[in-house]
């Protein structure tokens, strides 16, 4: 199947804002997810957006979807040490309850 | 916090040996994927079911893999004969039958040797 698109690495300064991209590959997906692994770990949901929505904030997360261009966004703000991890853009496929997940943004934020 | 319980966490195997993952859902999920992730390919969806059905197993290997839910508390997949490239972390996921309430398991790490 296709590729959801995300880059490999990100560094960021502890305090600073991150902002990790995704491009997805089905304009029908009605909801989108943003998951956080941690090392030796499962995937965390993070937050998820429906397609209707332009934005949502959630305390320190914010996830920006343009539709059109089929462009979703995680920004997290004052980002901490704790959020360095690998982080997954994922997309339900046309089947309705399976994920297609990009290959992951490695988080690094360094003090 | 309800979680996916997956058994075993680590499993070292010889090649051509048979190999059984478990994972037990979330109570109420009615709805369990499996899905393989690795550093080339990133997550795959191997199978999922819903309601103890499967829905979709086109991302296996059929001649080798096989996934069955015996009863909604269990799942399970199943590598006969196991290769080296099956060495991978294997997750289980369960929802409840929405759009937004997958919650993965810890994982169980593969490696065939």
């Known amino acids: 199947g296709e590729d959801v698109e995300q880059s490999l690495f990100l560094s960021v300064r502890e305090g600073d804002s991150s902002v990790i991209n995704c491009t997805y590959t089905d304009s029908s997906s009605t909801y989108l997810y943003w998951y956080k692994q941690e090392p030796g770990a499962g995937l965390q949901l993070l937050t998820y957006?429906?397609?209707?929505?332009d934005m949502k904030q959630d305390q320190r997360l914010t996830v920006l979807l343009n539709k059109k261009d089929k462009h979703l966004s995680l920004r997290i703000a004052d980002t901490q040490t704790g959020d360095s991890a690998i982080y997954f853009c994922?997309?339900?496929?046309?089947?309705?309850?399976?994920?297609?997940f990009g290959k992951g943004t490695s988080l690094l934020v360094t003090p | 916090d309800a979680r996916v319980t997956q058994t075993p966490r680590h499993k070292v195997t010889e090649m051509g040996q048979e190999v059984t993952m478990r994972c037990q859902p979330i109570?109420?999920?009615?709805?369990v994927f499996w899905y393989r992730q690795t550093m080339m390919q990133g997550l795959e969806l191997l199978a999922y079911?819903?309601?103890?059905?499967?829905?979709?197993d086109s991302g296996m290997p059929k001649d080798r893999f096989s996934a069955e839910m015996p009863d909604a508390t269990l799942a399970t997949l199943k590598i006969q004969p196991s290769e080296p490239r099956d060495s991978a972390v294997y997750f289980c996921a369960s929802n409840p039958g929405t759009n937004y309430g997958y919650t993965f398991g810890s994982g169980t790490r593969l490696t065939v040797v």
């Open positions: 079911f819903r309601n103890r059905a499967p829905l979709d």
């Open positions: 994922a997309e339900i496929v046309n089947s309705g309850y399976a994920l297609n």
């Open positions: 957006i429906f397609s209707n929505m």
């Open positions: 109570l109420g999920h009615n709805t």
